[in-house]
């Protein structure tokens, strides 16, 4: 059998406070994707203050109420004692550790096996995120 493993980073622009689509950055980033007959695809995303999920990518709605959601879980007036980065710096590490900083995604004949409205995000928790680093891990047996 022909194990493969192939690993890049990939650098995202800066983006606003939001849920980003980044599905189709992610596969433009490790085409060899379409190399692999079974395995995982492993996303890590190299930041505290923004994160990944996988959620619907149909209606802009959800994504608005996602936002809204995480700002009522979080809020900025809440009485945080980490404080020096600005008022949206604290709440963006909770809603990081809430949805977490990676995501593995299973492979097989070529395609990561998302369902038909499901989508890769973004969360960018800060007011005004920098460029956010994304290390892509393939794993697999080649077709």
């Known amino acids: 059998m022909d194990y493969y493993w192939d690993q890049s980073a990939v650098e995202l622009p800066p983006r606003g406070r ?6 189709a950055t992610v ?3 490790i085409p060899t994707v379409r190399e692999i007959r079974v395995g995982l695809l492993h996303l890590f995303l190299q930041h505290t203050s923004a994160s990944l999920t996988i959620n619907e990518n149909a209606d802009p709605d959800v994504t608005v109420d996602l936002e809204s ?6 809020p900025e007036d809440f009485p945080y004692k980490h404080t020096c980065e600005g008022p949206d ?5 909770v809603k ?4 977490g900083s990676s995501l593995s995604l299973p492979v097989n004949g070529g395609k990561i ?9 973004l969360c960018e928790h800060r ?9 892509l891990t393939l794993q697999g047996q080649r077709k």
């Open 69 to 74: 959601s995480f700002a009522a879980i979080a």
């Open 96 to 99: 990081s550790s809430l949805l």
């Open 127 to 135: 007011n005004a995120g920098g460029p956010r680093t994304l290390i």
């Open 27 to 29: 596969l433009e980033a």
């Open 89 to 93: 710096d604290m709440p963006a590490h």
């Open 18 to 23: 939001g849920f980003h689509l980044i599905t």
């Open 113 to 121: 096996l998302l369902g038909s409205w499901q989508g890769i995000y």
